[in-house]
């Protein structure tokens, strides 16, 4: 029998701090109704404090796994981290991560992706099950976006918040678990959504900063046209290679970036409404960390054998999907 990687455990954190649309327009010409006709966000949690990274709201995700499955820090063979907003440019915020949660010298790493980051953290950490490689795989993804958030534009301040969720993965030989995954890419898709400045390009400089180009910046109209299309066509190819139809999947889980880009992709799937996940309204765009939210949130709901299509696409462009069938 083959094996397969299967999602055994989900835990999620996101900070206690809430920035509602009413504190938002104090700050920018915008308003709760404007916000919510448009991206369905009523509120977003924020990491406040000095000093306080990604890996701050990493290490609580991945702690509570850790309790909830009652697994050793020491049986974890490999942490990956999903995120655009490590602590640092280097140590990676996986090392952070690993090391503040007790999983002593296991191999750890950083993936960026984008909003597609989880699932392609999925995808990398599935492969070392599959192999026999490893036994335990911890997968978080993790953004802290208010820290590349322009509080000045108002076209994106309003989309993002901070949050961490994280699953662990493990061998099943019982058809559970991550079916299939398919991961796309488009370099070309840079000016539609980045972060200018920071990087070997375009390093940091009294300049960079006067300029405002260490804030990610995005032409809406043009992100929302391929993350439909995109979106859509990576679900149906996920649930054409399977055989399945839209009757046979319990759930969408979208990455949550506008209400109206789900809703959309939800119909080109043919899914109702009554299948998407659903949480933007309480944590906006988390990046990497909307995925594994709505799993952890929607966690009651959940029964095994239920197949669940996860669906993402961020800057990059990058986009993936990925078939679970739920194990526990």
């Known amino acids: 029998m083959k094996i397969t990687a299967a999602i055994t455990g989900v835990h999620g954190y996101v900070p206690d701090y809430i920035l509602t649309n009413e504190e938002l327009s104090t700050m920018v010409d915008t308003s709760d109704e404007w916000i919510t006709s448009r991206t369905g966000i009523k509120e977003r949690h924020i990491l406040k404090g000095e000093g306080q990274g990604t890996s701050v709201m990493g290490i609580e995700a991945v702690k509570g796994l850790l309790a909830k499955t009652n697994t050793k820090p020491e049986e974890i063979d490999l942490l990956l981290c999903a995120t655009v907003t490590p602590d640092y440019v280097f140590p990676s915020t996986a090392n952070l991560i690993a090391t503040a949660c007790g999983l002593g010298h296991v191999p750890s790493f950083d993936?960026?992706?984008?909003?597609?980051?989880?699932?392609?953290?999925?995808?990398?950490?599935?492969?070392?099950?599959?192999?026999?490689?490893?036994?335990?795989?911890?997968?978080?993804?993790?953004?802290?976006?208010?820290?590349?958030?322009?509080?000045?534009?108002?076209?994106?301040?309003?989309l993002f918040g901070d949050g961490a969720g994280a699953v662990?993965?493990?061998?099943?030989?019982?058809?559970?678990?991550?079916?299939?995954?398919?991961?796309?890419?488009?370099?070309?898709?840079?000016?539609?959504?980045?972060?200018?400045?920071?990087?070997?390009?375009?390093?940091?400089?009294?300049?960079?900063?006067?300029?405002?180009?260490?804030?990610?910046?995005?032409?809406?109209?043009?992100?929302?046209?391929?993350a439909v299309v995109r979106m859509a066509e990576v679900a149906a190819e996920i649930m054409e290679r399977n055989q399945l139809t839209s009757e046979e999947i319990a759930w969408l889980v979208p990455h949550q970036a506008n209400k109206r880009i789900i809703d959309a992709t939800a119909q080109r799937m043919g899914i109702g409404p009554e299948k998407v996940m659903l949480n933007i309204h309480k944590y906006g765009n988390t990046t990497a960390a909307t995925i594994p939210l709505c799993l952890w949130d929607y966690e009651s709901q959940l029964k095994k054998g239920d197949n669940l299509v996860l669906a993402a696409f961020g800057g990059g462009f990058t986009w993936g999907a990925a078939l679970v069938k739920w194990a526990i």
């Open 111 to 158: 993936l960026g992706a984008a909003c597609s980051g989880f699932v392609y953290a999925l995808t990398i950490g599935s492969q070392f099950i599959e192999t026999g490689k490893y036994r335990k795989v911890i997968v978080v993804g993790a953004d802290k976006m208010s820290s590349i958030v322009d509080y000045q534009d108002r076209t994106t301040c309003v």
């Open 168 to 226: 662990l993965l493990e061998p099943n030989a019982d058809g559970y678990g991550i079916v299939d995954s398919k991961v796309y890419s488009d370099g070309a898709g840079v000016q539609h959504l980045y972060q200018k400045a920071g990087g070997s390009k375009y390093p940091p400089t009294l300049e960079t900063v006067q300029n405002r180009e260490h804030f990610a910046r995005q032409e809406g109209q043009a992100v929302f046209k391929f």
